[in-house]
Each structure stands twice: as structure tokens, then as C-alpha cells.
């Protein structure tokens, strides 16, 4: 008796086919979230297309109805468009992107994305994804209509024929799926919003199944700064991906492909590399064994490397922070908007990263609930899996009772009127899952991002202390101005008396110089008079500087107040530019007279980048 | 009295006005009223405001609010005392809303204000043409008054065979001027906290049956019916019983009645009868005539602590009866006493607490 070989049970399985099985582990897991998954691959495929050909984004989103579970998604962008013979390969091969074996840092990472939206759609409803594009260089567009064989991971190109499209350029997919449609917290307009909040740059118009349009306009026309591809630095690899560049290389020897495939390897590192490991020096890096592999990973980390470069990342920066959420949030009126923080690039496993957190405070934001955190990997929103995300863990882990934030024994999210944005920027983001929902709690990560949130902190606790200082001053303004002079008239006018002359009783309960301001708004700016008053028994003089909370001065911002006598008053007038719909105050500084004395204004700090100070301090 | 009114609200004025044009900063100083503050005065055997006072300077923004709301209501009476007019606490509140800076946040705030005016100037609310929006409570016995009508006649009223069952109602303004006590016949005034307690006496002749007058209190005494209770005392020789329920806020009622209360320390020497006597309910009371009772409420306890700081209560008797109080855990209601029958109180309780305390020789 031979019995059957058992190798027949078995049979390969392709990517796309074990995807149609397992749907749920790229976010396709309930028929409201597809919807949202089919958006969400397409416009972060759009921003990365756009970022690359340096075109400020124009977005189109529409989803329409076509029947009760049955929706048509399409999204359109200005991007530089994708070759005719390249897209079944970039919408219908998993795995396939120019970015897979480059290390730099993009919105997709995998090529995963929009394939996998395309088999959804395919598996749901039977029919073909639409693919308009247009290259700059060509005269017509190319409508495709592509289906994706799964046994082969590929895309089919079921039709495909010139069209004329009125754009230069640019791509635009329309994916049939089933689903359903919601609004809320994890809806499409949410995840909109905050895509244009880290997105100034960018136009984007919504169409949402009812017909309702929404517009994001752009804020600024600066484009981000395009990150660089970098070879891969040795630390963040696997045996299994050094194998992998190994036997892609095209180098001879083993040496030459470690100081020529790698970042920071020079030959006298890879030298040192090959000796700690035992692996031949000219040995075909082609045939690269599992077990030298292990060696290798090893002994990276024996020698000294430098950590990558960092122009590989592309932040946010922290114009484009400061605009994304003024623009989204300024129907809010918030009170403060923080100076952006981004934190020095670090290194995690070999890949570079960094953190970047702004926030915004009071006005009419909900101040009973925990804070609004607002997530983002790579530029792009996450939406689901808070919990489990390290930016959240971080969040609750900072104490943040010593900035005046409600907190419940200085752990767990804040309550109070403010949001928070964190945007964690890698070559690599340690997600979670494949769904790429939420960044995994690396150790270096966390202190990253805690050290950036108690920086923005720092700031919005010496915004509430100015507040309060504030606030001081403009009662006892209130009671030399007001409560006083009342008083004064009334007795008199009790007696038939003439009115008592105070400013002797002023002088001697205030012993203050105020400085009190009052704004009108001028076209796209705000006319501001600061009235200096001298309620102390002698003549004072001094230099008086203003920087305004939003905007700047026109003009110079530092003025001499010469000898202004007990009981007067000084007048200055200056005009602040601002984008900002509100005028949300002035700081004013002295130098040259007893800050005790003074009454709405701070000393002069020794240097002036007092507002930069709250950046310095760690480590 | 309308013109020594006026100078002394006028001098105060003045002091702030003088202060402020010396270049001095105005302050109003005052007793500081609070349970810390009161002491027993030998002479008037009352409880009066002691040494510590308080100062409302010009220097914090709450001291001057306060000056400028004190100021405004000063005008605001000598207003009313030029046009011959009253009004009540309630409508002086409600016409500070046309007073800008100096208008008054809450009736509390208002209420309280013309109280620090009396203490600070020695004179009364009566003085100052402000009345409480309530009356003061009900009596019934032999009693001759004659009160002012609104025609400006005296009109002479037997507070017995002159009213109805509800009895006479006791005028906010009870000074001579307005009312006056002419002669009784009765031995003893009987001060009762509830309405039903005051029905139940009524209904079984009590008045007559001992000769005394029944006052109806309304829980805690408007000021007009400790006034009311201190001429009685004075001038007619009438010893004070009061009956009240059996709790630490009936406690509380019979204080201000006999020694005088916090609020009003600056004049207990008029409204407080230092020779009143409390026939109950006590805490004793439930004990030996085993009346139904409730627990005490967390409320009740800590007021009973407070009671036994309170130097008003530092007798023995008094210390006694409240640490029997939170010892049994228990307080009672006056009307307890029908658990024995409607005729128990008027027939065997009263007699028995009245022979006590002597009241009825």
C-alpha cells in the first residue's frame, strides 16, 4: 500500500484569495465601516498622489445611493494621474506599490489599501471598480473598468477606452459596494473633517447620499515638504526582510551589499558587521541563509550606527497645524490655540519617528466632557480603536491636573473644553493590526508623545495664569473705574454735595499702572487702543511692548511712555494683522519700571522668546 | 425720630464721603455676626453681639460693592422717610434692579444688607420704613389692644370677644406708636409653634378654662411677635411658656425667644424675654410620657451637635435634654400627645408641665 502523499491536501492560497476570507483583518468588518474603509483608502491614496506630483489637492467625494445597502463611492483627485498599463497593477495586485520596498514616509504603506477596497466592492456586489485618469502628458483620459482575480492577485482590466476628461490631470475611482451609510463619531464627514484639519492645502467637496454638499476650503497654499526616500537602516530589520533585500541585490558580495543596500552602513561598519556576525565577507549575498540572517540582525546591534536620517519624515509642521485647526474649529470660538509642538526625530527598532501635538481650548467647546482627541498616523485620521491606541494611553497617562485640567486622580482621559491633536509621522508606524487603526504602545513612542503633550500643556497653563492675572487686573480696573466713582457720586448726590475728588483714595488703594485695552475690527484686522493709566502717587516711565495672543503688530510693537504724572492717562493705538475671526487679546510687556506695579502687562522677560521657552525644557 | 433717622444715616454718608475726599480710604466697621460673636449680657440677661468686629474697606472690590449697595439703600431710605412711605423687603429688592453697580444679586443679600444697617447704626428695620412681607402670628385671650387704624384712630380690640377663632393678627409694626397693650386679666401667655397645637387649645376653651393668652408662633417667631411676647412680659407682668414640638429646630425657636438670636444679637435686648420658660416636648418628655417619635434625621443631629456649642445652650438643662436627645436617637412632634386622646394635652399634659415651672399659681 503507497499511501497518498499529504502535500495533496494542501493548496496555495493567494494574498487577494486569503483577504476574501478574512476581510475583517484589513477594517472591513461591518457594513458601516466598509463604506468608511472604501473613502478612507481612496483619498490617502489621493493626498500621497497629489503630495508626490506637488499639486495642492483638489478632492472630490460623492457617495450616492444605488440601493438600500448598495452604495457608489467615488473619489477624485488633481494628482499627476497613473499610466494606462500601470493600473492593474496598482489597484488590482495586493501588495504592489512603489512604496513597499522604499522607506520613507506616505499615507498608505502596504498597497493593501485600495486593492482591498476594489475586492470588497467585487465580493459584495459583483461589479467592476471605474478608474478615470489622465496623465499631464496625455491628450485623453483612460476610463478602465477592472475586476480582480483573486486566484491570481490581479488586476483584469474588463474594459478600457479613451475618454475626453475636462482636467489636466488626475485620477478618479468608483467603487460599488454594500454598506451602510451613518453619521456620528466614526462617520465619513467625520473622518473629513479631520482629514482637512492636517490637510490645509487641500479643497475638498463632499457629496454626501442625501445630496448635501460639503466644503473644506483650503487655508493656505504652502505646499508640505515632500519626504525622501531612504534606504533601509539596519535596526528596524527582520531576519526575513534581510533575506528578502539580499536576494534582490544586485551586489556580488556580502560586504558590498551591506555598505551599498543600507543607511548608515559604511564599509568599515559592514566590515565590523561581518566579523561579529561570522558571515563571508564575499559571499553572495543571494544565498543568504536563514541562520546568518539571525547573525546579521544580531550584530547590528553590536555596532554603532547612526540613527537614519530625518528628511525622510514629513510633518505637519507647525503652520499647517495651527491652520488646519483654526479652520475646522474656529466656529468654536476657542479661547487658545497652542503653539505647535514637534518633538526632535527619534528612532524606534531601526525607524525613525516623531510626534507633533497641538490643542485647542474653551470657547464654546463642551467643557463638561472628556477632552476631543484627534488622532492621527501619517497625516491620516484614526478613527476606531481609541482604546487601544498609544496615543490615547498617553493621553490618560499624563497628569494633567497641574496644567488645570479635571482630571479624576491624575489618570484617564481629561474632562474639559479642549482638543487635542497628536500626529505620530514614521518611515514605519507600529499599528496595531493590518487595519491600521490604531499605533501600537511602543515605549519609545509614549514618551514622545508624553513629552509633547506636557509641552503644549506647559502652554496652556500659562495661558490660564495670564487669564487669571488677567482677569485680576480687570476687577480692580473695574473698582477705580466704576465701583469707586459711584460711590463718590452718590454720597454727594445724598449730601447736595459736588463730587469728592478720588484720585488721592485711587492713588493710594490701586498704587497700580493699568494697561487696559479695547479693539475694533477693521477689514482683516483689529484697531486696538491700549489706555495706560497711572494710579500711583508718582510720575512713571517706561517701555511698554505688545504681542498680540493671534497675529502680529503693524508696525513697531515697543513704545516709550514718557513720564506719565500721578491720576493721567496715555493713550497708544496700533493695528493687529490676523487671519483669526476674533481678536483674542494682546500681551503686553514692560521694561524700566516695577512690575509689581503694573496691572495688566508682564516684566520684559530676559530674552524674548518667552513664547518658545515652554519647547526647551526637556531631557 | 424720622429727623434722628435721617441725621444718622446722613452722618454715615458723610464719613464716606469726607474719607474719600481726604484721600483716606472709607471703611464700614460692624460687629461680626456669627455664633462666635455673641456674648450673655448680665444686665439685660440677653445674648448680644461681643468685642470682634468686621470692616468693609474700599479696597477689595467685594467691600466696595458692598459700600456702594449700602449707599444706594441709604438713599433709598431716606427717600422713603421724605415721601412718608414704606415698603417691603421684598419691593426694596426688586427696586434695586434701577440701582446700575449697586443692585442687589439675590432678596438674601438685600435682607441681610438691612440688617448690617441696624447693627451698624443702632436704630431698626422699623425705623428704616422696611417691613417683612409676613405678618406677625395669631393670638387668643383676655387681651385689650388698640391698634392704629388706617384712618389714624386707635380702635380698641379684646383679642378674646373682639375676633374670630383665628384670633388677632399680630401688625408687622407692633411699637406703641401703632400699638398699644391696655389690660388683661390673663396669668400667663402660652407660645405655641404649630397651628394644630393652637387649634386644639382653642377648641377646648384652654384660654379660658386657665386664664392665659395663646400665641400662635409660625415655627420660627417673626420679629413683630417676639416684640409682641417681650411688652407682654414687660409691661403687663405676663410670664412666657413656650410649647413647642420636641427637635432640635423647636430648640432653636425657644432660644431666639428667650435669649435672642444670631440675627438679630443687636437688638435682642427688645425682642428677647430672658425669663421665658420651654415647657416642651423634651427629650425627657418622649421618655417619660413614651411618645410615638421619629428617628433623627443626619440634619437633626448635626444641629444638635452644633446646639452644644452654641453658648446660648451651655445650661445644664439644656445640655441634658440635648444629650438625651442623640442618646435615645429620637424626636417627637407636639401632636405625639393624642396618642393618649384628644383632651390628653389640655387635661393632663399642660397642667402637669405648667405646675412644674410654677405657671400656675
Redesign the interface.
Given at each position: 500500500m503507497v499511501s497518498k502523499p499529504p502535500s495533496s491536501h494542501y493548496k496555495e492560497i493567494s494574498i487577494a484569495e486569503f483577504f476574501e476570507k478574512n476581510r475583517h483583518i484589513l477594517g472591513f468588518d461591518s457594513p458601516q465601516k466598509s463604506v468608511f474603509m472604501i473613502v478612507k483608502e481612496a483619498l490617502d491614496n489621493s493626498l500621497d498622489a497629489c503630495e508626490e506630483g506637488r499639486y495642492l489637492p483638489e478632492i472630490y467625494v460623492e457617495i450616492s445611493r444605488k440601493a438600500e445597502d448598495v452604495f457608489a463611492i467615488t473619489v477624485r483627485d488633481n494628482g499627476p494621474g497613473i499610466e494606462r498599463l500601470e493600473i492593474p497593477k496598482v489597484f488590482g495586485q495586493l501588495l504592489y506599490g512603489s512604496r513597499f520596498h522604499s522607506v520613507r514616509q506616505s499615507r498608505g504603506q502596504q498597497g493593501i489599501g485600495i486593492t482591498a477596497a476594489i475586492l470588497y466592492g467585487q465580493i459584495t456586489t459583483g461589479e467592476s471598480s471605474r478608474i478615470v485618469t489622465r496623465t499631464p502628458d496625455s491628450d485623453v483620459g483612460f476610463e478602465i473598468f477592472l475586476q480582480i482575480n483573486v486566484r491570481e492577485n490581479r488586476g483584469n482590466v474588463i474594459s478600457e477606452k479613451p475618454v475626453i476628461v475636462n482636467y489636466d490631470h488626475g485620477t478618479e475611482i468608483t467603487i460599488t459596494a454594500k454598506g451602510k451609510y451613518q453619521v456620528g463619531k466614526q462617520s465619513v464627514i467625520e473622518y473629513l473633517k479631520e482629514t482637512a484639519v492636517v490637510n490645509p492645502d487641500m479643497n475638498l467637496t463632499f457629496v454626501d447620499p442625501d445630496g448635501r454638499k460639503t466644503i473644506f476650503k483650503r487655508s493656505t497654499e504652502v505646499l508640505p515638504e515632500p519626504s525622501v526616500s531612504i534606504k533601509p537602516h539596519p535596526l528596524g530589520l527582520e531576519p526575513g526582510e534581510i533575506i528578502g533585500l539580499a536576494s534582490t541585490s544586485t551586489e556580488k558580495s556580502m560586504k558590498l551589499f551591506l555598505s551599498g543596500e543600507f543607511n548608515r552602513v559604511s564599509e568599515r561598519v559592514a566590515q565590523e558587521i561581518l566579523t561579529i556576525s561570522g558571515v563571508g565577507p564575499e559571499a553572495d549575498p543571494k544565498s543568504l541563509k536563514a541562520e546568518s540572517a539571525i547573525k546579521l540582525q544580531q550584530a547590528f546591534r553590536k555596532v554603532k550606527l547612526m540613527p537614519p536620517p530625518v528628511d525622510c519624515l514629513s510633518p505637519l509642521g507647525e503652520e499647517y497645524i495651527r491652520r488646519g485647526l483654526r479652520t475646522v474649529y474656529e466656529e468654536m470660538h476657542p479661547a487658545f490655540y497652542s503653539k505647535p509642538v514637534m518633538r526632535p526625530v527619534s528612532v524606534y527598532s531601526g525607524n525613525p519617528f516623531s510626534v507633533e501635538v497641538g490643542i485647542v481650548y474653551g470657547g464654546e467647546i463642551k467643557a463638561d466632557d472628556q477632552v476631543k482627541i484627534i488622532r492621527y498616523a501619517n497625516k491620516v485620521p484614526l478613527l476606531y480603536q481609541a482604546g487601544a491606541c498609544a496615543i490615547t494611553k498617553a493621553i490618560s497617562e499624563v497628569d494633567w491636573r497641574p496644567y488645570g485640567m479635571d482630571q479624576k486622580q491624575g489618570i484617564g482621559i481629561p474632562f474639559g473644553p479642549m482638543i487635542i491633536l497628536v500626529h505620530v509621522f514614521s518611515t514605519r508606524v507600529p499599528y496595531t493590526s493590518e487595519s491600521k487603526e490604531a499605533i501600537a504602545a511602543v515605549p519609545e513612542i509614549s514618551e514622545e508623545i508624553k513629552f509633547a503633550l506636557k509641552s503644549v500643556a506647559r502652554g496652556l497653563k500659562s495661558f490660564m495664569n495670564k487669564n487669571e492675572r488677567r482677569e485680576k487686573a480687570s476687577?480692580?480696573f473695574?473698582?477705580v473705574m466704576?465701583?469707586?466713582p459711584?460711590?463718590?457720586r452718590?454720597?454727594?448726590?445724598?449730601?447736595g454735595?459736588e463730587e469728592?475728588?478720588?484720585d488721592?483714595?485711587i492713588s493710594?488703594?490701586a498704587n497700580t499702572v493699568f494697561i487696559n485695552e479695547t479693539h475694533s475690527k477693521n477689514e482683516n484686522c483689529f484697531d486696538v487702543l491700549a489706555k495706560i493709566f497711572n494710579y500711583t502717587t508718582e510720575e512713571r516711565s517706561f517701555d511698554l511692548y505688545a504681542e498680540p495672543f493671534d497675529g502680529e503688530v503693524e508696525g513697531e510693537a515697543k513704545w516709550t511712555i514718557e513720564s506719565i504724572p500721578p491720576a493721567s492717562v496715555r493713550e497708544i493705538k496700533f493695528r493687529v494683522r490676523t487671519e483669526a475671526e476674533r481678536y483674542s487679546g494682546t500681551e503686553y510687556f514692560t521694561s524700566g519700571i516695577d512690575p509689581v506695579l503694573v496691572h495688566g502687562a508682564e516684566p520684559l522677560p530676559g530674552d524674548w522668546s518667552i513664547r518658545e521657552e515652554v519647547e526647551e525644557d526637556e531631557q | 425720630m424720622n429727623n434722628d433717622v435721617k441725621k444718622v444715616l446722613e452722618s454715615m454718608v458723610n464719613r464716606i464721603y469726607n474719607s474719600l475726599s481726604e484721600g483716606e480710604v472709607p471703611e464700614i466697621r460692624m460687629s461680626s455676626r456669627n455664633r462666635d460673636n455673641i456674648v450673655f449680657d448680665q444686665i439685660s440677661s440677653v445674648w448680644k453681639y461681643g468685642p470682634s468686629t468686621v470692616s468693609r474697606t474700599l479696597k477689595t472690590a467685594d467691600g466696595a460693592n458692598y459700600m456702594l449697595k449700602n449707599i444706594y439703600m441709604i438713599d433709598f431710605i431716606l427717600e422713603m422717610l421724605r415721601d412718608g412711605k414704606t415698603s417691603t423687603l421684598r419691593e426694596m429688592y426688586y427696586i434695586s434692579e434701577g440701582w446700575g453697580l449697586g443692585k442687589f444679586g439675590t432678596q438674601d443679600e438685600s435682607d441681610m444688607m438691612a440688617e448690617d444697617l441696624e447693627v451698624i447704626t443702632s436704630l431698626l428695620r422699623e425705623d428704616f420704613r422696611l417691613r417683612p412681607e409676613e405678618n406677625g402670628a395669631s393670638i387668643i385671650g383676655d387681651l385689650t389692644i388698640e391698634e392704629k387704624s388706617r384712618k389714624g384712630d386707635f380702635k380698641k380690640i379684646n383679642c378674646r370677644d373682639d375676633v374670630g377663632e383665628a384670633g388677632y393678627t399680630i401688625p408687622n409694626n407692633v411699637e406703641s406708636e401703632k400699638l398699644k397693650i391696655k389690660s388683661t386679666n390673663a396669668k400667663f401667655v402660652l407660645a405655641l409653634e404649630t397651628g394644630g397645637m393652637f387649634d386644639r387649645l382653642v377648641e377646648n376653651g384652654f384660654d379660658d378654662r386657665f386664664n392665659c393668652v395663646l400665641v400662635h408662633l409660625k415655627g420660627q417667631p417673626a420679629r413683630s411677635t417676639r416684640r409682641v411676647l417681650k411688652r407682654l412680659n414687660n409691661e403687663m407682668g405676663l410670664p412666657i411658656f413656650v410649647f413647642t414640638d420636641g427637635d432640635p429646630w423647636s430648640f432653636r425657636i425657644f432660644s431666639s425667644i428667650a435669649y435672642g438670636a444670631i440675627k438679630t444679637a443687636h437688638i435682642s435686648e427688645y425682642l428677647a424675654v430672658p425669663t421665658a420658660e420651654f415647657i416642651g416636648v423634651t427629650a425627657s418628655d418622649i421618655l417619660n410620657y413614651d411618645l410615638p417619635t421619629d428617628k433623627l434625621t443626619d440634619k437633626d443631629i448635626a444641629a444638635l451637635n452644633s446646639e452644644l456649642k452654641d453658648p446660648r445652650f451651655q445650661t445644664d438643662f439644656w445640655k441634658s435634654e440635648i444629650e438625651t436627645m442623640l442618646q435615645i436617637n429620637k424626636k417627637a412632634e407636639q401632636q405625639a400627645l393624642a396618642k393618649y386622646g384628644l383632651n390628653y394635652v389640655t387635661d393632663t399634659y399642660l397642667p402637669e408641665k405648667l405646675a412644674e415651672v410654677g405657671g400656675l399659681r
Open positions: 476687577e480692580k473695574d473698582l466704576n465701583i469707586i459711584s460711590i463718590g452718590k454720597c454727594a448726590s445724598i449730601l454735595k469728592p475728588k478720588i488721592m483714595v493710594r488703594i | -
